[in-house]
């Protein structure tokens, strides 16, 4: 058994349709719509309401597509843009009826694996290179090698 309160809420969410709410709760709908007063008033007001936004809806839409309005040229670009988009291709199936996979179509997800492992190679190559060419070189054994600050590693001996 549905409640009013929640019958109510039902309404505010889903408009005054029964066609529009869960198909679980439609029968009980029902059942307190033929049974209660205030149930029907419920409905009845979200009749009202229903209608009221597809007046203001539908006097908006006529702004728009006339030409006298600001937003008018825009409407009509964003129809004429969604309308030459390529639609989204349906699944395949196979004779079995379950559905086939497809390999993945999206060049810029393996440009972009491509690239961070270019870029990966060119790191390691840049650090053996430096390391390579800025080795420490031998210790010299003149005046201005023993002026020099001892090694951190000399120190903790």
């Not at 009013?4 to 039902?10: A, I, M, N, Y």
């Not at 650090?127 to 002026?147: E, T, V």
């Amino acid at each position: 058994m549905m409640t009013l309160k929640r019958f109510r809420t039902l309404a505010d969410i889903y408009g005054a349709d029964l066609q529009r709410w869960p198909e679980r709760v439609r029968p009980h709908a029902r059942t307190l719509l033929e049974t209660s007063a205030e149930a029907r008033n419920i409905i009845g007001r979200a009749e009202e309401l229903d209608e009221a936004i597809t007046a203001a809806s539908n006097e908006h839409r006529q702004r728009l597509w006339s030409g006298d309005h600001p937003e008018a040229a825009l409407v009509r670009l964003r129809n004429s843009v969604a309308a030459r988009i390529r639609p989204v291709t349906p699944p395949r199936f196979s004779a079995a009826g379950a559905p086939t996979l497809r390999p993945a179509r999206n060049p810029g997800r393996r440009a972009g694996w491509i690239g961070l492992a270019t870029a990966a190679s060119v790191a390691i190559v840049s650090g053996l290179a430096l390391g390579i060419r800025y080795s420490q070189a031998a210790p010299q054994q003149d005046l201005l090698a023993l002026l020099q600050p001892a090694p951190v590693q000399l120190l903790n001996d």
